[in-house]
T-cell receptor, first 115, second 112 residues
Framework: DAGVTQSPTHLIKTRGQQVTLRCSPK?????VSWYQQALGQGPQFIFQ???????QRGNFPDRFSGHQFPNYSSELNVNALLLGDSALYLC??????????????FGPGTRLTVL | KNEVEQSPQNLTAQEGEFITINCSYS?????LHWLQQHPGGGIVSLFM?????KKHGRLIATINIQEKHSSLHITASHPRDSAVYIC????WGEGANSKLTFGKGITLSVRP
């Protein structure tokens, strides 16, 4: 049973470019959350997707957008990249049961470097 | 002030020592998570607590809801325990599916 997978592992972009990161949730999970972790800091919540819709969002600008597909996989898109977007981007999947979300399982992350 | 504070910031221990890592939070929560992050980024969920105490192998996690405080204990520490330990909380008022708010994490180094 595959856990949460993310691609690519590493990515280098230049300022102003756009990037798409991908996440496949753990088998049986239907909810995907995205986090940004700057060096030396704890992860910061970007947004969460459930039933192909953005259910909750953190304090990130509109340059950060996402999508969830019918197979529950998800993409994180960042437009007009800034140097400060350099970080580890973590995806976490979980199962929503009624009003409750079960334990989140984290992927290995995508390391984005913006030059 | 951050909603989640962890202490100490960094910790170095000798193999075999008993280690305690603390987490304090300032909001009402529905659950608290202890996570382990190894170099390279992968995060593993160690515990999810809403009350009391949980034990898994050499790891013990406790939470005091009234004091808004949790501790992660490692008994008989080993160099393979070297990692960043992160505390994260899920707060009330945002629904059961709310986001996690993370502490900055504590870097633990266990010397052989």
């Amino acid at each position: 049973d595959a856990g949460v997978t993310q691609s690519p592992t590493h990515l280098i972009k230049t300022r102003g470019q756009q990037v798409t990161l991908r996440c496949s949730p753990k088998s049986g999970h239907d909810t995907v959350s995205w986090y940004q972790q700057a060096l030396g800091q704890g992860p910061q919540f970007i947004f969460q997707y459930y039933e192909e819709e953005e259910r909750q969002r953190g304090n990130f600008p509109d340059r950060f957008s996402g999508h969830q597909f019918p197979n529950y996989s998800s993409e994180l898109n960042v437009n007009a990249l800034l140097l400060g977007d350099s970080a580890l981007y973590l995806c976490a999947s979980s199962l929503t049961i009624g009003l409750r979300t079960d334990t989140q399982y984290f992927g290995p992350g995508t390391r984005l470097t913006v030059l | 002030k951050n909603e989640v504070e962890q202490s100490p910031q960094n910790l170095t221990a000798q193999e075999g020592e008993f280690i305690t890592i603390n987490c304090s939070y300032s909001v009402g929560i529905s659950a608290l998570h202890w996570l382990q992050q190894h170099p390279g980024g992968g995060i593993v969920s160690l515990f999810m607590l809403s009350s009391g105490k949980k034990k898994h192998g050499r790891l013990i996690a406790t939470i005091n809801i009234q004091e808004k405080h949790s501790s992660l204990h490692i008994t008989a520490s080993h160099p393979r325990d070297s990692a960043v330990y992160i505390c994260a909380v899920r707060s009330w008022g945002e629904g059961a599916n709310s986001k996690l708010t993370f502490g900055k994490g504590i870097t633990l180094s266990v010397r052989p």
